[in-house]
């Protein structure tokens, strides 16, 4: 099991930009496969941006705007620029057993972190 611990989020103006961190520990050894999901009220989690070894996977809506990346130290990163009040959402970091976009992909979960963004 891996224990993710999200942090970065906040309010924000519309236009502005946001990084995101999630803190893997525990059984990391197979973080491969790590993704960004988020969740508005009133509407399902969706997958905004998944990373395997040499590939990345976006939600259309974020291409452009939105960069995945990770590091040695098992942190992955959510850098989010041109923010949309549409893009308020809380943010989850998910450990995957296959690389993509879908929730049901989802080994664990973290507890999220919130983001919100005003016109």
């Known amino acids: 099991q891996v224990q993710l611990v999200e942090s970065g989020g906040g309010s924000v103006q519309a236009g502005g930009s946001l990084r995101l961190s999630c803190a893997a520990s525990?059984?990391?050894?197979?973080?491969?496969?790590m993704a960004w999901f988020r969740q508005a009220p009133g509407k399902e989690r969706e997958g905004v941006a998944a990373i395997s070894t040499g590939r990345t996977s976006y939600l259309d809506s974020v291409k452009g705007r939105f960069t995945i990346s990770r590091d040695d130290a098992n942190t992955i990163y959510l850098q989010m620029n041109s923010l949309k009040p549409e893009d308020t959402a809380r943010y989850y970091c998910a450990a995957q057993r296959t690389f993509g976009l879908d929730s049901a992909s989802v080994r664990d979960w973290g507890k999220g972190t919130q983001v919100t963004v005003s016109s």
């Open positions: 525990g059984d990391t050894t197979s973080n491969y496969r």
